[in-house]
């Protein structure tokens, strides 16, 4: 399996292709700010891109879409629509070929309803749900909840190894493990919901103490 991290502008934000390279099939996703970049990497790679991911409706991880549907032909895929070539639901656990590989759909809402993760091989591609040393921003108690469960649920319960690719250069690499999380990530620490609440509350101040960017 082949992955590829891409600086794609905006925010830091991060744009990435995965593909299958016994065949060349590939996903890309939140191509972001820069689109073009990310096929000229497929072409000059002689891989064929399949699928078009955002992992959430906002701007910063869907404005490159139009144009990357315009140099593929490939529909974007976001929560709840569908592929049109597989018939696949984007829901959670929906699997989607990918060559010799395939794609599963892990709905991990929190930062926004809307929010997926994608597991491919031993790689999971996380958008704003998680970051490495971070988490993604949430508006209100009940998205934090929801996040919350998301993390430990979910992302938390994939294998150690299984390396993680955020949608943000918001940490301090750009790239770790669910075991680096699980060992170092604040909020991954917290023992419970309301001390994981009470960190977002509070996480300028706690960014301050332990003087984190």
């Not at 060349?24 to 939140?30: M, Q």
């Not at 309803?113 to 970051?131: K, N, P, Y």
Request: with cysteine.
């Amino acid at each position: 399996m082949h992955v590829r991290q891409f600086r794609t502008g905006g925010d830091r934000n991060f744009g990435y292709l995965v593909a299958d390279e016994s065949t060349g099939d590939a996903a890309v996703i939140d191509v972001s700010y820069d689109p073009s970049m990310i096929a000229g990497y497929a072409r000059q790679n002689g891989f064929t891109i399949r699928y078009l991911f955002s992992t959430h409706s906002h701007h910063d991880h869907v404005n490159g879409n139009d144009e990357m549907t315009a140099l593929t032909g490939c529909v974007p895929l976001l929560y709840a629509t569908v592929d049109p070539v597989t018939g696949v639901r984007i829901e959670h656990g929906a699997v989607l070929p990918l060559g010799k590989l395939s794609i599963k759909v892990l709905h991990t809402p929190g930062h926004t309803e809307d929010s997926i993760c994608l597991l491919a091989g031993d790689a999971v591609f996380t958008g704003d749900t998680l970051f490495v040393g971070k988490v993604g921003g949430t508006v209100g108690r009940g998205m934090a909840e929801t996040e919350y469960r998301s993390l430990q649920d979910i992302l938390m319960s994939l294998d150690d190894a299984t390396r993680v690719f955020p949608g943000h250069d918001y940490g301090s690499a750009p790239q770790s493990t669910i075991s680096g999380e699980k060992q170092s990530n604040p909020f991954l620490l917290q023992p419970d919901l309301e001390s994981f609440i009470h960190l977002k509350e509070n996480w300028a101040e706690y960014k301050r103490r332990h003087a984190i960017a």
